[in-house]
């Protein structure tokens, strides 16, 4: 199925801008109503990645998008180019920028100094020596000033532009409690010798001429620095999947000039260009081999840890290691059109998408500042109505703005997209969008195409029989010789296993290749036949008792049977077939674990579909065989029509629509690039147990993101009328403020260990 969302007609190009100035999500809310209110454009805003995808017609321009995003009060640009070294992206400039001065940890630093003396003087009498007040008072100040400049700055900014957000709360509640101080102090009794001041959790009567808010102004300012700093750190460590994907591949290349090795960056690679990959080394781009033969660690680039064998002839990928071997590749793809660079491309678009559910967490955030503060003025009335003293009812009104923050509304998805999406990555799981999440939960019956999916998608020999007297190893050497002077995929089949089993293999003299027969030809001094039965019976090899039921069992199996004879007689029966990967029986149980149906669908003949199932753990009732590549649609449709909601995986050209009108379409990667387009999930190894993988993964990240909602809902829910209640003193408020927040990013964060 489709997972972009539809865009307005007369859309024609599409642009990301880095969005600065962000620090809730109703900030996001404000920036994305924004543009969408222009004419043609589509945009979608991300509060965690601090990025905004837009299409637009071409009537609008970039330069019109930068300014609207501008006038509502935030900063715009196009996002840095990547470095052109292969691999290298945003994580590029990681490690440089972890070394510089981090403003937001040196501001809360600061603030933490002086606001632990102020809270100590502030809740603790014993402390409270004369004028302690006036001390608390001089390490206020910069507290509220430097620390909570940066929520100050943008209640300003917001404020020009008639609108409010988490800062404007978070201002509105410290400097309400600073000047109520300072009132106190200079113009009530606060500032008297020797007075003291009680600690209470929940509001308390007071003399407000007498009561100091200092500890809430200080507390509330460093308690929401320290939630914003831990938040920021956890957001990158989400993010960390993605940046190590993009900073695998290799960055200096040894090309092939002259005959000569050279080694350049890897920015000037082109297609066709030559290069050496000695053992240890990473393979700089896409290619194929045309020289050596080695082991290829694929492991962090697919999850598989097993090395893949490759020799001349064999396709590579760029960022895998050359484990053995020295190899000479020629370079197929280089730069945005390597799979590395496509994979990075899937992840950050499925980061940047928005689930059903944040959809609504956006509309409540954007309305969700101006309703706090009208509660905030309710309750401070209220107070005052209901008989309350002054010092209550600004206490609870305090509480009721410092409380309400939709920041983990905000954070809920992308957070836990974020690292759902880059340990699928990790694991060669590519998730299109959050709407895949959603369809997984759905999935009760899963197509498994045959070829290439639960099979290898390679004829390879499965048995060999042998008359009596006869070695299997005499009969492998003379066939394997026959057959390797063949081209036929049957031949090679053959041939292959020959070698592997019995060595080197002798030449073969006078070989005449027989259409639609067979082969013949003279192996050590023997006239050796190989092919249909027929063909042995026409040149008078007979082919005995129990060959003849050899034969008939793996014809009956849906296997092919190859007749090898020499010297007048039928001495062996071999067969043939696609073979099943190892793996697809465990897969096929852990499919059937969570909840799916599996079903066979193939174009080969129902004798052959139904041994495969067999093998796998199929039942027959699921086995639709004898299907055309374009009646694979139709069998999708006809399963989606009897109440099904169908995944389908495969990898071939004649599996895309077939991808497309699925409900889930999972493509193995090791397939074409018309499945891949099609699919919604794209395994990157030809393992049909990563199937499984997947959907777990994405059930874990949707589940993930739904507890996130629920606390984040749940939490202003309950808070809200307990602040307003009075049961909650303004820093215990800040502090659960700032919990939620990483709470939530926290939470999200546990996906990392996923297959772990």
């Known amino acids: 199925m489709s997972t972009a969302t539809t865009a307005p007609s007369g859309i024609s190009d599409r642009v990301e801008l880095a969005i600065g100035g962000m620090t809730c999500a109703s900030c996001a809310a404000r920036v994305e109503k924004k543009l969408n209110r222009m004419d043609g454009v589509a945009a979608t805003v991300n509060f965690a990645t601090e990025k905004a995808r837009i299409d637009f017609g071409p009537e609008t321009t970039v330069a019109d998008l930068i300014a609207t995003v501008e006038r509502t009060g935030y900063t715009a640009e196009l996002p840095a180019p990547p470095p052109a070294a292969a691999g290298s992206g945003p994580s590029a400039g990681s490690a440089g920028s972890a070394a510089e001065p981090d403003p937001q940890r040196r501001r809360l630093l600061v603030s933490t100094v002086l606001t632990v003396p102020v809270v100590l003087l502030s809740m603790v009498p014993a402390l409270q020596f004369t004028f302690w007040q006036w001390l608390a008072f001089a390490l206020t100040g910069p507290v509220v000033a430097y620390g909570g400049a940066p929520f100050h700055q943008a209640a300003w900014t917001n404020l020009r532009h008639r609108a409010a957000t988490m800062d404007t709360l978070v201002s509105l509640g410290t400097l309400a409690a600073f000047g109520w101080s300072v009132w106190a102090l200079f113009l009530g009794g606060a500032g008297m010798p020797g007075m003291k001041h009680a600690f209470s959790l929940t509001v308390g009567r007071g003399d407000a001429a007498s009561t100091l808010y200092l500890e809430t102004a200080a507390a509330v300012t460093t308690l929401i620095l320290l939630g914003r700093w831990l938040e920021a750190r956890s957001k990158r460590r989400a993010g960390a999947a993605l940046h190590a994907l993009l900073d695998l591949g290799a960055k200096e290349v040894a090309v092939l000039r002259d005959g000569r090795e050279v080694r350049v960056p890897v920015a000037e690679l082109s297609v066709g260009t030559r290069f050496v990959v000695r053992p240890g080394e990473k393979i700089a781009t896409d290619g194929v081999v045309v020289e050596g033969a080695s082991a290829v660690d694929a492991s962090m680039l697919t999850g598989e840890s097993v090395p893949v064998e490759v020799s001349v002839g064999d396709s590579v990928t760029g960022a895998t290691v050359n484990a053995g071997g020295r190899l000479v590749v020629q370079a197929r793809r280089v730069g945005a059109d390597t799979q590395l660079a496509r994979m990075a491309e899937l992840v950050e678009q499925a980061q940047n998408g928005k689930a059903a559910a944040q959809r609504l967490a956006d509309r ?133 296993a020959a070698s592997d089993r019995v060595g080197p293999l002798p030449s073969v003299e006078r070989f005449e290749n027989l259409p639609g027969r067979g082969v013949r030809g003279l192996v050590d001094g023997h006239a050796v036949l190989a092919g249909r039965a027929s063909l042995l019976a026409d040149l008078a090899h007979p082919l005995g008792p129990a060959l003849a039921a050899a034969k008939g069992a793996a014809e009956a199996a849906g296997r092919t049977a190859v007749v090898v004879g020499w010297d007048g007689a039928a001495r062996a029966v071999l067969e043939v077939a696609d073979a099943v990967k190892p793996t697809s029986a465990q897969a096929v149980r852990e499919l059937r674990a969570l909840g799916l149906r599996p079903v066979l669908l193939t174009g080969d003949h129902s004798a052959v579909a139904l041994a495969v199932a067999a093998e796998v753990g199929i039942e027959p009732a699921d086995v639709i065989a004898e299907v055309l590549p374009e009646q694979k649609v139709a069998v999708v449709k006809r399963l989606q029509q009897e109440g099904r909601a169908v995944a389908m995986v495969g990898d071939g050209v004649n599996d895309a629509a077939a991808l497309a009108q699925a409900d889930l379409g999972l493509a193995l990667g090791t397939g074409t690039d018309a499945a891949i387009e099609a699919a919604d999930l794209t395994l990157v190894r030809g393992d049909l147990r990563v199937a499984a993988d997947a959907i777990r993964l994405s059930r874990r990240t949707l589940g993930t993101i739904k507890g996130n909602l629920f606390w984040a809902f749940a939490y202003n829910v309950a808070a809200l009328p307990l602040a307003a209640a009075g049961l909650l003193d303004p820093m215990v408020a800040g502090a659960t403020m700032a919990f939620s927040s990483v709470f939530v990013v926290t939470n999200s964060l546990r996906l990392r260990r996923f297959g772990t």
């Open 364 to 496: 409540i955030s954007a309305v969700f500042v101006p309703v706090v503060i009208l509660i905030a003025l309710a309750t401070l009335a209220g107070w005052l109505l209901a008989g309350g003293s002054a010092t209550e009812a600004f206490t609870a009104a305090v509480a009721v703005l410092i409380i309400a923050c939709p920041c983990a509304l905000g954070l809920a998805t992308p957070t836990a997209l974020l690292v759902g999406t880059g340990r699928g990555a990790q694991l060669g799981i590519l998730i299109k969008g959050p709407e895949v999440l959603e369809t997984t939960r759905r999935v009760d019956t899963i197509v498994l195409d045959k070829t290439g999916t639960v099979t290898t998608g390679a004829m390879a020999l499965t048995a060999v029989h042998t008359a009596e007297g006869v070695a299997t190893e005499q009969a492998l050497r003379l066939a394997g010789a026959l057959e390797h002077a063949s081209e036929h995929p049957i031949a090679r089949a053959i041939a292959a």
